[in-house]
């Protein structure tokens, strides 16, 4: 039998995800939609000198387990570099999908791991990784010299 998929702890997670508003100049932002369950999940960062994540917002219109890996993901994302962060999206697809057996190394991450048997759920939980991903790249592109002017 499959486990408890909306555990306390994910409840509370979904509902932290308001620690984290929308940045007002971000120095990139990307939204990603579900098309499967519609869910619609936000994320702006800035970037410090060296190109790590320094500060995160997001906006969530999701299932709770989009909002709990959302926060989970917020809540471990500063300091980390676009690198990591495209690590730990493709390393939760493997998981989630089944072509590995190991999570992600970020905290909080086994929060999810009941939902590996729901494959409907996949989709929304990984939005708020590969949103904050995108949202990297967008910010280092936003940073690099206008090469056509250079």
């Excluded at 995800?17 to 994320?43: D, F, K, N, Q, Y």
């Excluded at 060296?50 to 989970?72: D, E, F, K, P, Y």
Aim: aromatic share 4%; with cysteine; proline share 6%.
């Amino acid at each position: 039998m499959a486990e408890v998929l909306y555990t306390i702890d994910i409840l509370r997670l979904a509902a932290s995800t308001a620690e984290w508003p929308a940045l007002t100049e971000p120095h990139g932002s990307v939204e990603r939609r579900s098309p499967t369950c519609g869910s619609r999940i936000r994320v702006d960062v800035m970037r410090d000198g060296a190109g790590r994540l320094s500060a995160i917002g997001v906006g969530v219109n999701a299932c709770a387990l989009g909002q709990a890996a959302t926060a989970i993901l917020a809540r471990a994302a500063p300091g980390r570099d676009a690198t990591a962060l495209h690590a730990a999206r493709d390393a939760l697809a493997a998981y989630l999908s089944g072509d590995s057996d190991s999570l992600p190394d970020w905290p909080n991450i086994a929060h999810l791991a009941p939902a590996r048997a729901y494959p409907a759920r996949h989709a929304s939980i990984l939005l708020a990784f590969d949103a904050a991903a995108a949202a990297m790249d967008a910010a280092e592109a936003a940073c690099l010299p206008d090469r056509a002017h250079g």
